[in-house]
């Protein structure tokens, strides 16, 4: 792979072990891909933040680091709210290995922003190149945004910020973003069979890691986020094309006619829709959007939570938006930052969820040990308000 003459010196350990080793990463992975260069980015999301999943060898190896990030640089959810992770039920142990966490982080340079969404927070423009490693961030920022990023992984992202530069392969090469497959969704009227999480959990494991194209939906754009979170999760999607909406098709004549077709029925999704009893509600994956907040904040109003309530999105997306918070909170649903239903170990603690999300739907079990449950939004309020 051609590295220019400062990349060269980089990989030498002219500029410490740390960027020499970031190199290394970067020059690795470039090799196994078959990239022929490096290119600039513009941000990087570095997922791998909660102690729940990267434990004491993967803080120690945080802690071992000694550079900065070249790039504007976020985090993934960690495992608590930076603040109040007492009263969310996080023990003393685990917070303290958390905060250690964020604190070598912060030494990298990383800003503190533990998001899914970071697109809520900085302008990402059409054809900027990223590294971003959180799956339902990448499916987003490449299919909606019409950005240009590969499905990173913790370290590559971490090595891409480090260096500012990623190896030109896969989704950042025009030619390599052509659908493969066609999916048609059969039409419905019901909140439930018009669910995109549900859609997306159903299509995810018919499209595998192919890239889809979607005819005849209109999705609007918090509608295209769970659609792309549950193909990730349940297939390997990083972009996905909807047919007159996501940018790409608009700019590029995608011929459709040969490709694979698949077909996700409104029997398929329903069936997704279980009715058991659950012991909390969780929504807000991926973290919700000032509208979502919005119509949360409506759907709860003059209503009183029954059991516990967790709404997660940004920090910088609550902070901007107190008074929808306020409204949302005095129902006793509670609004949490820097976290999710997935990554933290708080949510250990339930035998059963319910989730408004498709990706949710697919990780909980996993990641919780917890029965997961489906809803509209509107049915999880009335399931977290009865
Ligand atoms: Fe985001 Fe956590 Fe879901 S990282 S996409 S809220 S699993």
């Given amino acids: 792979m051609y590295l220019e003459k400062d990349d060269e010196r980089v990989l030498a350990g002219e500029f410490g072990e740390t960027r020499q080793k970031m190199m290394e990463i970067l020059v690795a992975l470039g090799r ?5 260069r490096l290119i600039p ?11 729940k999943t990267i434990g004491r060898w993967g803080l120690a190896w945080l802690q071992s680091l000694d550079a900065r990030v070249a790039v504007p640089t976020v985090l993934n959810p960690i495992g608590m709210p930076q603040e109040g992770w007492q009263e969310f039920g996080i023990d003393e142990e685990f917070a303290r290995h958390q ?14 922003e533990c998001t899914c969404t970071p697109y809520y927070l900085r302008i990402t423009e059409y054809g900027e ?9 990448v499916a987003y920022a490449n299919s909606v945004l019409g950005a240009r990023t590969n499905r990173e992984g913790g370290p590559s992202a971490l090595a891409a910020a480090i260096i500012g530069k990623t190896p030109y392969y896969g989704l950042h090469i025009v030619e390599n973003r052509r659908p493969q497959v066609v999916v048609e969704v059969e039409g419905g009227t019901s909140p439930r069979s018009d669910h995109w999480g549900a859609i997306g959990h159903i299509a995810g494991k018919k499209v595998g890691n192919r890239i889809p194209i ?11 986020k769970a659609l792309g979170a549950a193909m990730a999760a349940t297939g390997a999607v990083a972009l996905f094309h909807v047919d007159k909406i996501t940018p790409e098709t608009r700019v590029f004549n995608f011929p459709t006619d040969d490709l694979d077709r698949v077909t996700v029925s409104r029997d398929e999704v329903e069936a997704l829709f279980a009715e058991t009893e659950v012991e909390a509600v969780a929504v ?8 979502e907040l919005r119509d949360l904040a409506e759907l709860l109003r003059g209503k009183t939570t029954t059991k516990p309530f967790y709404i997660f999105a940004a920090r910088g997306v ?11 909170e005095r129902s006793g649903a509670r609004v949490i930052t820097d976290t999710c239903m997935v990554v933290s170990p708080r949510m250990d603690e339930f035998a059963s969820i319910m989730v408004d999300s498709g990706k949710a739907l697919a990780y909980v079990p996993g990641m919780c040990g917890a029965l997961a ?14």
């Fill in 373 to 386: 449950r489906i809803g509209t939004r509107k049915e999880c309020v009335e399931v977290a308000t009865s």
């Fill in 214 to 224: 979607f005819t005849d939906i209109r999705p609007n754009r918090d509608q295209l």
């Fill in 318 to 328: 609550a902070a901007a938006n107190p008074d929808l918070v306020d409204a949302i």
């Fill in 99 to 112: 905060m250690e966490v964020v604190q070598a982080c912060r030494r990298l340079g990383i800003k503190i």
């Fill in 284 to 291: 807000g994956c991926p973290h919700c959007s000032v509208d």
């Fill in 129 to 137: 190149h990223l590294a971003w490693a959180e799956s339902s961030a």
């Fill in 41 to 51: 980015i513009t941000s990087a999301q570095v997922s791998g933040a909660s102690y």
């Fill in 32 to 36: 196994v891909y078959g990239a022929e």
